[in-house]
């Protein structure tokens, strides 16, 4: 029974490109969690999908950020023209229910250069 | 979700208990009390949680005060690999519906 998987686990990106992170939940989760981890700091909350719903995107910036959590595949946060200040670690969970169950994947170090 | 406060740091010794506060004097009646540890560079770890009586698992004991305005999260025997980032976190069970609410945290050092 696999945990979260994250991938890839390091990805470098030159300033402008684009970043395209993927999370595959745990078998039997239908509910993904973006959380994102700036160097020194805490883990701070993204968004929160179901099957091909957002449900809370009360952390995601506005500009640049978007997720999805299609019928089939993994989820994907996708990050545009990327800037030095997205450099950080971006950590996904996924749970049966909305309510409790969490299980974190190992991240998604982005360095931007 | 109640804000919660714990130590920034603590340091314990191998083998010994390590006791690790945490206050929540704002909870509500249905907020549970979940403790998180997150080793360096890992994924958080779910430990433990509970709503008003005391909880124990293979990993660690939760003691709840009566008043539910504190609790400890007691790691029985610890060992190096125990030193990690803990956080404590107050949250119902429908309201903040799918987010965690992580904090500082309390800096928990393992050492021989």
């Known amino acids: 029974n696999a945990g979260v998987m994250q991938n890839p686990r390091h990805l470098v990106r030159r300033r402008g490109q684009e970043a395209r992170l993927r999370c595959s939940p745990m078998?039997?989760?239908?509910?993904v969690y973006w959380y994102r981890q700036l160097p020194e700091e805490g883990l701070k909350f993204m968004v929160y999908l179901q099957k091909e719903n957002i449900i809370d995107e009360s952390g995601m910036p506005k500009e640049r950020f978007s997720a999805e959590f299609p019928k089939e595949g993994p989820s994907i946060l996708r990050i545009q023209q990327v800037v030095r200040g997205d450099s950080a670690a971006y950590f996904c969970?996924?749970?049966?229910?909305?309510?409790?169950?969490?299980?974190f994947g190992s991240g998604t170090r982005l360095t931007v250069v | 979700d109640a804000k919660t406060t714990q130590p920034p740091s603590m340091d314990c010794a191998e083998g010994r208990a390590a006791n690790l506060p945490c206050n929540h004097s704002t909870i509500s009646g249905n907020e549970y009390v979940y403790w998180y540890r997150q080793i360096h560079s890992q994924g958080p770890q779910y430990i433990i949680h509970g709503l008003k009586n005391n909880e124990t698992n293979e990993m660690a004991s939760l003691i709840i005060t009566e008043d539910r305005k504190s609790s400890t999260l007691i790691l029985p025997h610890a060992t190096l690999r125990d030193t990690a980032v803990y956080y404590c976190i107050a949250r119902g069970e429908t309201d903040s519906w799918g987010k965690l609410q992580f904090g500082a945290g309390t800096q928990v050092v393992v050492t021989p």
């Open positions: 078998k039997g989760h239908s509910h």
């Open positions: 969970a996924s749970s049966p229910s909305g309510s409790y169950g969490y299980t």
